[in-house]
């Protein structure tokens, strides 16, 4: 922290280190009418020579800055994601100082990558440029154009492709497919121990993720997330658990998702195991469940993407069947009014009108 000095002239100055130069350190002198000034004036000094170095840095540097600066608060297997996508996707623009890169720049380099990646990899690409250059230059924006998305309607399991999946599926393969139409992510069905069920009810708290190191590891689910939830087992599916002790799924998820392509291939149905927490999503929806309850139950966010692509892939089936109840209770309505006229008629004037009442 600089100190100022008051001059026999009144005034205050501050003098703050700058360079070295011609091995010499070198200095500059702020003077102002007041203490407050002067320090004012230093510290803005400093402030700009930070900014100015830190924009010297490359998009490379600012990158593996931003990484770094995340991890221990990001999840393993997002840091991990991140590292892979630091190493795959920015070789272009790597080595480009922040302080010169332009708006014409990055839309150079996302229209390249738009040519090589799906219109969500190009997106998450930049996600990660972004704030990784605004950490170091706040002040630095960029007007880019990133590639429209194909909007894809959701199309999840049906109620016969999962029993078809129970009736083929040997006993250990059943329990995960029974615990994933309950909403139960792969990582968290890896995670959860009989000792997690009480009363049929399964706390879903735990979570197997791949760390930055490649290994599998259990992390707790933080108490504010949506994620940690108690989920309701049907009798059926607590039947397939059985009773023990440890981990119930006694594999890790790579071993979960290949187990089930096996299975899927046996029956000719094309669908992914996270297909089968879509089915208890649209279950969800069919059955009326508000979004809210849904989020809850299945640990969403409440105001997730996910849960109105789920009700919106259900449109169809709800709009037929609400069709249906809207023209009964229109056509109630109509016959009543129908009726009501063929017994009763509406008075002529004023005084029937009077007498009638």
């Not at 700009?48 to 770094?68: M, P, S």
């Not at 994933?180 to 995670?191: N, V």
């Not at 094309?270 to 999503?281: N, Q, S, T, V």
């Not at 023209?327 to 008075?347: H, M, Q, R």
Request: net charge positive; with cysteine; proline share 4%.
């Amino acid at each position: 922290m600089p100190k100022a000095k008051k001059l026999k002239s009144g005034s205050w100055n501050v003098t703050v280190f700058s360079h070295i130069e011609d091995g010499k350190r070198k200095y500059e002198s702020f003077t102002a009418p007041t203490k407050n000034e002067a320090l004012l004036m230093a510290a803005e000094f400093k402030a700009g020579k930070k900014r100015k170095a830190q924009c010297d840095l490359t998009v490379g540097e600012a990158l593996d800055g931003y990484i770094r600066a995340k991890d221990g608060v990001l999840s393993p297997s997002t840091i991990r994601g991140y590292d892979k996508m630091r190493r795959n996707n920015y070789g272009s623009i790597e080595k480009k100082k922040i302080r010169s890169l332009t708006s014409e720049d990055v839309q150079l380099f996302i229209s390249d990558l738009a040519t090589k990646h799906s219109a969500r990899t190009v997106s998450n690409v930049y996600g990660l440029l972004r704030p990784a250059v605004a950490l170091y230059d706040p002040e630095k924006s960029f007007r880019v154009t990133l590639p429209a998305k194909t909007k894809k309607r959701p199309v999840s399991a049906s109620s016969e492709d999962v029993a078809a999946l129970l009736q083929e599926a040997s006993p250990a393969v059943k329990i995960r497919v029974g615990l994933a139409i309950c909403g139960i992510r792969r990582g968290e069905m890896c995670a959860l121990c009989y000792e997690d069920i009480t009363d049929g009810v399964a706390h879903i708290h735990r979570d197997m993720v791949e760390s930055k190191d490649n290994k599998w590891i259990l992390k707790d689910i933080p108490k504010t997330s949506g994620s940690d939830r108690f989920v309701k087992l049907p009798p059926a599916v607590l039947e397939l658990i059985g009773t023990g002790s440890g981990r119930i799924v006694k594999c890790k998820p790579p071993a979960v998702t290949a187990s089930f392509i096996r299975l899927r291939n046996r029956c000719g149905i094309d669908k992914r195991l996270h297909d089968m927490r879509g089915f208890f999503a649209s279950s969800a929806a069919i059955l009326g469940i508000p979004k809210i309850y849904l989020a809850d139950m299945g640990g969403w966010e409440r105001d997730s993407r996910v849960i109105e692509a789920v009700y919106q892939g259900n449109m169809d089936k709800m709009t037929e069947l609400y069709s249906d109840q809207m023209a009964s209770y229109l056509d109630n309505i109509v016959k009543g009014a129908e009726n009501k006229d063929s017994v009763t008629e509406k008075p002529k004037n004023a005084k029937q009108n009077a007498k009638h009442k």
